[in-house]
């Protein structure tokens, strides 16, 4: 079993498009979607809409949450934008009410935590699902046994906008660094976060998310019941060329957005 896992659009429909086309030449079985969906970019109402058809299922992210409920410690550059973002979602069901009913539906029953196989997902991190960071350099910090102590073998985190895996023995590896695929084994615990589609800060300004490779049996135990075992197989790691500019210019034409929040896309951070 195959699944694409995307993370972190943001409002970004032309890094969205790109991933979902090459993710669908990859031939999966389905698409996640790690939360924040919206919040920064200037297409969130579409971003959504794509997400509901294309996902099988979404998370709740930070800005995912700010943008229904509230934004909580946010910039100003931030909580401006989901603002911005909250009246594009009310200006648009003006426009098309059914449309606006399917949307808020899908919103509203976007999870915090979710179980896939041997995975749990969360978009922030498996004690704080929503708000907490995992990054690169809470590695090596006690932080990360608390952190691990919640994951039973593997996790799936978005947030941070830094993709690569955090291992049980204090490591964090960059995608680079593991030749863009990481081998599981039951040996050791891990944590993957895909990155972002629509906002990488890794200095890296192209789009990037991951394609899940699952093996899934049907054994019979020893009481005589049928069971599916999935067990996971490797993660790849993906970084996609898209039209940044556009994006850019769009960002810039919008006032209640911050210019910074265009030119960082540049920049991939
Ligand atoms: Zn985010």
Known sequence: MRIGIISDVHGNLEALQTVLADIDTKGVDGIISLGDII?????????VDLVAKRCKW???GNHDYAVMYEPTNFNKAAEDAAFWTREQFEAEAKRDRDGAIKRWEFLGKLRVRV???????VHGS????INEYIFPEDAEKSKMAQIFERVDKFCMVGHTHVPGVFTGDNEFYKPHEMNFVYEFNDQEKAIINP???GQPRDSDNRASYVILDMKVENVVT????KK??????RAHF???DYPIQPVVDKIHAIKELSDWLGDRLLEGR
């Open 39 to 47: 919040g920064y970019g200037p297409d969130p109402v579409a971003c």
């Open 222 to 225: 020893d009481e005589n019941v």
């Open 58 to 60: 979404s998370l709740m």
């Open 228 to 233: 599916e075992v999935i067990t996971a197989e």
């Open 195 to 197: 990155g972002s589609v």
């Open 238 to 240: 993906y970084r996609l």
């Open 115 to 121: 179980a896939m196989g041997p995975f749990l997902c």
């Open 126 to 129: 498996p004690r704080r699902p």
